[in-house]
Structure formats: C-alpha cells, structure tokens
Nanobody
Framework: QLQLVESGGGLVQPGGSLGLSCAAS????????IGWFRQAPGKEREGVSC????????YYADSVKGRFTISRDNAKNTVYLQMNSLKPEDTGVYSC??????????????????????????WGQGTQVTVSS
C-alpha cells in the first residue's frame, strides 16, 4: 500500500523555524516527483516547493524563496521541508504528495508544482503549521 506520512508541524512564533518530514512506504520516493503543498484557511491549496526525480531540480513559490528548503534522503525514503523565518501567512495545513504518472518527463517542475499537483495520486494526511505570536 502506497502511503505518505507527514510530521513536524506545530505552533511557532513569527521568525521561527520548523522542519517537516514526509516519509513514504510502499514505494521508493526518489523514483517520483514529490512536493509540499499548503492550504490556508479560506484559500485554495497551493504548491510551496517541489523536487523532481530525474535531476533533483526544485521549485519554490515566490512567497517562500530564500526561506524554505526542500530536500530528499533516499536512504530514509523521506522528503523534508525546512522552513525558516516563518511568517503568519505561512499558516496552513501542509501536505506532501507524489506524482506516480511520470508526467514530469514532459513538463516543467514549476508546472507540476503549480498546475498538475491536483492530479497527483498519492497524498499524505497533512500537518498543521501555525505561525502566531
């Protein structure tokens, strides 16, 4: 059974840091395109950061560039999102998701993360991140 499990969310003050983990079971993460997505209250889900399976190319939303870092530990079959200098607008439910279709071979990392993520086949349950003083 394919499964993604997120961990690491919580409450943090503005300017603080959090690290999220996304552990996979039932499949090998480095074979697939994977990303982090968030949904803020009252807003649509959006792509935060993604990483390709082919060459490790990454995408970051403009709102998180320079503050968030996505990485992958193939030995642990886990993808991470390190979030620094957090802002209240970073609050939301963060989910990791993987595309199993191979679509990344014919499109860009950005397109996968911004447009096509809605069709990703495997999603974690999400973890809440709250940035507040």
């Amino acid at each position: 059974q394919l499964q993604l499990v997120e961990s690491g969310g919580g409450l943090v003050q503005p300017g603080g840091s959090l690290g999220l983990s996304c552990a996979a079971s039932g499949f090998t993460l480095d074979h697939y395109f994977i990303g982090w997505f968030r949904q803020a209250p009252g807003k649509e889900r959006e792509g935060v950061s993604c990483i390709s399976s082919s060459d490790g190319s990454t995408y970051y939303a403009d709102s998180v560039k320079g503050r968030f870092t996505i990485s992958r530990d193939n030995a642990k079959n886990t993808v991470y999102l390190q979030m620094n200098s957090l802002k209240p607008e970073d609050t939301g439910v963060y989910s990791c998701a993987a595309d199993l279709s191979g679509l990344e071979r014919i499109t860009t990392v950005e397109a996968m993360c911004v447009i096509y993520f809605r069709d990703f086949e495997s999603w974690g349950q999400g973890t809440q991140v709250t940035v507040s003083s």
